[in-house]
């Protein structure tokens, strides 16, 4: 009987374990999310900040790319711009949180444009981003990069 009870005990505790790990990961993501925002924009995380901090994926702009990104409504260059990034240390939240932002949409075709006002990379491809209210945006691929911020 004693080893009945044993099993007993320790499959309880692995229940409660299990249970409060699943309640922890859901009051941290809540926390995270309520104070650094789920979506929008963000700049990277300065020393004097007393608050802990998560990382998440970000479309920053490229430094070739004279630090700049358009943040559109839609992935084509006719589409409005919602939002303007001019700072390397600034981008817009990944719609997906992944390394690479998530999967790609192909929409119209855009181009890259150096800092010295020449021509770079001719593409079409686009990432899915949020633009500061939450809303779904899009951002040129190869004129960014993701990075945690």
């Excluded at 993501?29 to 970000?58: F, K, R």
């Excluded at 790609?104 to 990432?127: E, I």
Aim: glycine share 8%; hydrophobic share 35%; proline share 3%.
């Amino acid at each position: 009987m004693p080893h009945q009870t044993d099993r007993i005990l320790d499959t309880r505790r692995n229940m409660v374990r299990k249970n409060l790990v699943r309640r922890l990961a859901w009051v941290a993501s809540i926390a995270a999310l309520t104070t650094l925002g789920l979506v929008g924009t963000a700049e990277a995380n300065d020393a004097g900040s007393s608050l802990p901090t998560a990382t998440h994926w970000y479309m920053t702009p490229n430094p070739g790319n004279d630090c700049a990104l358009n943040i559109r409504s839609s992935a084509s260059t006719s589409g409005t711009i919602v939002t303007h990034l001019s700072s390397c240390s600034q981008g817009a939240w990944c719609w997906y949180q992944t390394s690479d932002c998530g999967s790609t949409v192909t929409g119209g075709s855009y181009t890259c444009n150096y800092a010295d006002g020449s021509s770079g990379l001719h593409s079409n491809v686009w990432v899915r981003v949020a633009d500061k209210n939450g809303r779904l945006a899009y951002v040129a691929r190869w004129c960014g990069f993701a990075q945690q911020l």
